[in-house]
């Protein structure tokens, strides 16, 4: 069985959290210390209540806001045959978000995506050296069951991957995760390894039994081919792809591998959308729209985006909100603008 936190940090953690709920969040950090509170963040709490853009469900807050006006419903899709249903927008754990110097930013980034009905959040423990998660961990501590929490594996061994499990279980404040995955997988003798008699698929299928996990997955954005064969020779629930406008372009993701994970019924989450923002070129894509209404018009799940500020995240989840299916004229014009700069598009897939 998987090594449990204690009771006494458990009890700490609620602790916190009731805390905060209550508004004595100074009273938290006079008696439990910096994961509780700093003086960072209860200026960025401050700042939240000014503006009234993010952190309203937040206990720093001490109220709940009415939802402002302007804010639309992000619509849902079924993450394949989980039953699950998420926003068709998500949080990526990168950017602000994994930054451990910019903590304060990044809770009021998480707290205005869930409020805007954002509740899918991916992170890893690479990330950020584990920033994101702690980041993301600050608003599980009162937030867990807003959200559909995955992270990920980068380890191919079962032990391993057991204890970078705990070790995202503690950073992120939870108990259990309802999706954790293969992460990156690039060749196949990563495959080879994982799928092996000591390999990290066996911690997975461990922690399913156990309810630490409640579905499996597997990520890359390399070789489209490797995942491909992943997914044919093991159930996994969910598929974490490199997706955007120029993909059509160069070892494409959406050719083979997406109509194998739709055809298996999958949860599939589309990254690298903007290529870390080297989608948008002149005389190519020009904004986050034109970026997001293409990867939305394939039939995926969801879409992951590293987020820089609450005004990116709001940006994005308006236009989640406005979405309107694009034809495959649409789709071929937005696909042909990256065609001069297609390895810039994919340079993840040859440079990484």
Known sequence: MIKRRTFIKRLIGWLAAFLMMIGLGWLGHHLLGDDVSSPDQ???????????KAGKNSPHNGQHKEEEAEDK?????????TGVSVSLFSLGGEATVEKMD????????INRAIDLGINYIDTAPTYGGGGSESNIGRVMAYRRDEV?????????TYDGTMKLVEQS???LKTDYLDLYQLHNVRTTGNLEQAFGNKGAIKALEELKGQGVIR?????????????????????FDCLLMSFNAGDIHYASFQEKLLQEAIKLEMGIIAMKVTARGRIFQEGGLSSM?????????????????????????????????????????EIKKLADLTKSYADEANFFKHHW
């Open 289 to 329: 729209q034109q970026a997001l209404d293409y990867v939305f018009s394939f039939p995926i799940s969801t879409a992951i985006v590293g987020i820089s500020s609450v005004e990116e995240v709001e940006e994005n989840a308006r236009i989640a909100a406005d979405f309107k299916e694009l034809g495959a004229e």
């Open 42 to 52: 209860e200026a960025a709490d401050d700042k939240s209540k000014g503006n009234g």
């Open 148 to 156: 559909f929490l995955a992270s990920k594996t980068g380890d191919r």
């Open 169 to 171: 279980l503690d950073r």
């Open 73 to 81: 419903m992000i619509p849902k899709r079924k993450l394949g045959k």
């Open 102 to 109: 910019r903590a304060a930013q990044a809770e009021e980034i």
């Open 215 to 235: 579905f499996t997955g597997i990520t890359g954005h390399k070789d489209p081919d490797v995942l491909l064969q992943g997914i044919k020779e093991y159930t």
